[in-house]
Protein backbone atom coordinates (compact mmCIF):
# COMPACT_ATOMS: atom_id res chain seq x y z
CA UNK A 1 0.00 0.00 0.00
CA UNK A 2 1.13 3.24 -0.54
CA UNK A 3 -0.72 6.75 0.15
CA UNK A 4 -0.04 9.93 -1.60
CA UNK A 5 -0.61 13.41 -0.70
CA UNK A 6 -0.13 16.65 -3.24
CA UNK A 7 0.43 20.23 -1.83
CA UNK A 8 1.42 23.37 -3.47
CA UNK A 9 -1.51 24.25 -6.03
CA UNK A 10 -3.61 27.38 -5.67
CA UNK A 11 -3.81 30.75 -7.86
CA UNK A 12 -1.55 31.96 -10.34
CA UNK A 13 -1.86 34.19 -13.12
CA UNK A 14 -1.04 33.13 -16.82
CA UNK A 15 2.61 32.90 -17.61
CA UNK A 16 3.44 32.50 -14.03
CA UNK A 17 5.21 29.56 -12.89
CA UNK A 18 4.16 26.68 -9.29
CA UNK A 19 5.46 23.48 -8.05
CA UNK A 20 3.48 20.53 -7.03
CA UNK A 21 5.16 17.87 -4.67
CA UNK A 22 3.60 14.52 -3.89
CA UNK A 23 4.79 12.71 -0.48
CA UNK A 24 4.53 8.94 -0.56
CA UNK A 25 4.12 6.87 2.47
CA UNK A 26 3.94 3.24 2.79
CA UNK A 27 6.07 1.04 0.59
CA UNK A 28 9.09 1.56 -0.89
CA UNK A 29 8.39 4.65 -3.34
CA UNK A 30 11.69 3.77 -5.31
CA UNK A 31 10.19 1.33 -6.82
CA UNK A 32 7.19 2.58 -8.25
CA UNK A 33 6.68 4.54 -11.55
CA UNK A 34 5.27 8.00 -10.81
CA UNK A 35 2.91 9.80 -12.98
CA UNK A 36 0.68 13.51 -12.78
CA UNK A 37 -2.64 13.36 -14.00
CA UNK A 38 -4.82 16.46 -14.02
CA UNK A 39 -8.52 17.05 -14.37
CA UNK A 40 -10.62 19.79 -15.21
CA UNK A 41 -14.41 20.57 -14.66
CA UNK A 42 -16.55 18.10 -16.96
CA UNK A 43 -13.77 16.91 -18.30
CA UNK A 44 -11.43 13.32 -18.29
CA UNK A 45 -8.49 12.77 -15.91
CA UNK A 46 -5.85 13.50 -18.52
CA UNK A 47 -1.99 12.37 -18.66
CA UNK A 48 0.72 15.24 -17.25
CA UNK A 49 3.86 13.24 -17.27
CA UNK A 50 5.35 10.52 -15.67
CA UNK A 51 8.58 8.91 -14.78
CA UNK A 52 10.32 5.64 -14.06
CA UNK A 53 12.00 4.40 -11.42
CA UNK A 54 15.28 5.05 -13.24
CA UNK A 55 14.54 8.60 -14.34
CA UNK A 56 13.40 7.99 -17.70
CA UNK A 57 10.31 11.06 -18.14
CA UNK A 58 7.83 11.17 -20.41
CA UNK A 59 5.40 14.36 -21.27
CA UNK A 60 2.20 14.93 -22.87
CA UNK A 61 2.62 16.79 -25.69
CA UNK A 62 0.14 20.35 -24.01
CA UNK A 63 3.04 20.33 -21.40
CA UNK A 64 6.02 19.78 -23.28
CA UNK A 65 8.41 21.76 -22.41
CA UNK A 66 7.02 24.14 -19.93
CA UNK A 67 6.92 21.04 -17.11
CA UNK A 68 9.45 19.10 -15.55
CA UNK A 69 8.47 16.15 -13.41
CA UNK A 70 11.12 14.96 -10.67
CA UNK A 71 11.43 12.76 -7.86
CA UNK A 72 13.29 12.28 -4.42
CA UNK A 73 13.65 8.74 -3.73
CA UNK A 74 15.42 9.70 0.00
CA UNK A 75 12.40 11.79 0.36
CA UNK A 76 9.90 9.97 -1.08
CA UNK A 77 8.39 12.75 -2.85
CA UNK A 78 7.47 13.52 -6.43
CA UNK A 79 7.28 16.91 -8.10
CA UNK A 80 6.39 18.87 -10.91
CA UNK A 81 7.16 22.15 -11.82
CA UNK A 82 5.10 24.04 -14.23
CA UNK A 83 6.38 27.43 -16.43
CA UNK A 84 4.99 29.48 -18.36
CA UNK A 85 1.06 28.77 -17.16
CA UNK A 86 -1.60 28.83 -19.04
CA UNK A 87 -5.43 28.98 -18.50
CA UNK A 88 -6.09 25.94 -20.09
CA UNK A 89 -3.94 24.40 -17.33
CA UNK A 90 -6.69 24.96 -14.53
CA UNK A 91 -7.73 21.71 -13.19
CA UNK A 92 -7.16 19.54 -10.37
CA UNK A 93 -3.72 17.68 -10.44
CA UNK A 94 -2.91 14.18 -8.87
CA UNK A 95 -0.07 12.10 -8.81
CA UNK A 96 -0.06 8.54 -8.93
CA UNK A 97 1.76 5.27 -8.27
CA UNK A 98 2.37 2.45 -10.40
CA UNK A 99 3.60 -1.05 -9.68
CA UNK A 100 4.63 -1.95 -13.29
CA UNK A 101 6.43 0.39 -15.73
CA UNK A 102 6.45 3.66 -16.91
CA UNK A 103 2.88 4.43 -18.07
CA UNK A 104 0.74 6.91 -19.40
CA UNK A 105 -2.83 5.33 -19.03
CA UNK A 106 -4.77 6.16 -15.90
CA UNK A 107 -5.55 2.35 -15.65
CA UNK A 108 -2.15 1.02 -15.31
CA UNK A 109 -1.94 3.22 -11.95
CA UNK A 110 -2.38 1.23 -8.53
CA UNK A 111 -2.68 4.28 -6.23
CA UNK A 112 -3.99 7.92 -6.28
CA UNK A 113 -3.61 10.80 -4.46
CA UNK A 114 -6.19 12.50 -3.15
CA UNK A 115 -5.86 15.78 -6.05
CA UNK A 116 -4.83 19.32 -5.19
CA UNK A 117 -6.05 22.16 -7.22
CA UNK A 118 -4.68 24.58 -9.88
CA UNK A 119 -6.07 27.70 -11.21
CA UNK A 120 -4.72 29.92 -13.69
CA UNK A 121 -5.87 33.55 -14.59
CA UNK A 122 -6.00 35.02 -17.55
Known amino acids: QVQLVESGGGLVQAGGSLKLSCAAS????????MGWFRQAPGKEREFVAC???????YYADSVKGRFTISRDNAKMTLYLQMGSLKPEDTAVYYC????????????????WGQGTQVTVSS
Open 96 to 111: AAARGAIATNKSEYDY
Open 51 to 57: IWRYGST
Open 26 to 33: GRTFSGYA
